[in-house]
């Protein structure tokens, strides 16, 4: 969990096709996948040693993550990089074993908080000072991209002649950087709630910086991914009339609002750039670009989806199918920043279908059966992190194609899926 975000990572095989960005088709090895790798088998280990029932997870979870897995799988066979599909195939067949693991495993909730707050100070602290610096920190050795907001492909935010350059951390991308800040911060919150006792100064301290590096990605999807999971856990919690959660909550807020408004007051006309303000966004050349851009992957996305609606192009293989189907592309090459649509231009209709199982049928059955759930402060947690990752989905590709957003992902359903069962049993 600690190693998540990073970009550090070992190339097991370099496979270049230009213009196409070298992560989408390399072949790598993150720090966190030794370590899930190590979970997983360790876990396995334990379970022969001292056999028990297993438990698969709630049937409208886990089977459409078993279908979605055999059809990844599958596509190997009409994949236009059989290797690349392979090669993310196994990747899944991992984060099964990983998922089963989180099912089965029964973890105790600051097990999961305490390994999150790592990752959430190390980021924090990382990408607060590349955004009070404006450049890179001299971490390359350990993942840092060299950073310079006045080179071409830097991600920044523009407002009149300024060039900001987002909080990148030790990661790839602010995106990437913004949802792991998002998911982190719901899982402090939810860990903070959950205390026996009060007072943790540590917790707060790391909820703030996580906030203030959260502002300093300017990613708009993890700003409404996090929102969009904060109100979930606040309305349930409201509903359930925890005042004890909801005033640690309001601690939490309340101190990562005053770290936050000093960074907020300084460059509040980029902030007014990303949040399109009236005035801001309508003079933001890069904004609109990037706009443009996502506007433009998202209509390619639906004629390569419509293009193979059976079969699809191959796990992974998306950016390739797009360089195939327009070699003068007048944007980078990579997936739609929708994960239903990349799931139908990689696995075909298929593919799409159940990804929308996914995100509804968790949902389905919550709402059904929500008289006899305990929603206890972890499930709650946990539900809101569902959404906040979800929502990302509607905006952005890493959880659906990049490892620390697949990682992100599959953790939080495995989680959300062990806490589901138990809040099934205890509110029997």
Known sequence: MIFLPWRYRFTLQPRPFPPVYRDYTDFLLFPSDIFVLAAVGLWAVAFLLRPRPLKWGPSFLSLPLAGLTLLAGLSILWSIDPRLSAYHVLRLVVLVGLYLALVNGALPWPAVALPVAGQAAIQAVVGIGQGMAQRSLGLVRWGELPLDPAWAGISVVAAGETRWLRAYGLSAHPNILGGCFALAMLALLGHYADRKSAGAAWLVAVFGLSAVGLWLTYSRAAWIAFAAGLLFWLVVLAGRRDRTALRRAGELLLAAGVMILPFAWQNLPLTAVRLNWPGFFTQAVLEHRSVAERSLLNQAG??????????????????????????DFPADYQPAHLVLLDAAVELGLPGGVLVLVLITAPWVAVWRMRSLLAWTVPFVTLSAMLVAVTVIGFFDYYTWLLPPGRLWQWLVWGLWAGQFLTARETGR
């Open 302 to 327: 639906l004629s390569l989806a419509a293009a193979r609606p059976a079969t699809g192009f191959g796990l992974a293989t998306s950016p390739l199918a797009l360089r195939e189907a327009w070699p």
